[in-house]
């Protein structure tokens, strides 16, 4: 079986984009966020800002919901 990348049901802050990559990898949402935030910090805010406007219009939502 092969692992997909869907956006987030249940993990979801704006968009769910890291929130459904956090459960791709399986680590903590929180710690993804925390990165990505210090990554933004560090890359002048913009380009990973276009980055995950881009992913929340390409990666497809998640229709399983598992609370």
Do not use: Q, W
């Not at 704006?14 to 560090?42: C, H, K, Q, W």
């Amino acid at each position: 079986m092969t692992k997909k990348l869907y956006r987030s049901n249940e993990n979801v802050m704006l968009a769910g984009v890291l929130g459904g990559f956090s459960e791709y990898i399986n680590v903590d949402p929180t710690i993804v966020r925390i990165l990505y935030v210090i990554a933004m910090i560090f890359t002048a805010f913009f380009p990973l800002l276009f980055l995950y406007i881009a992913a929340a219009i390409i990666i497809p939502k998640s229709d399983v919901y598992r609370p």
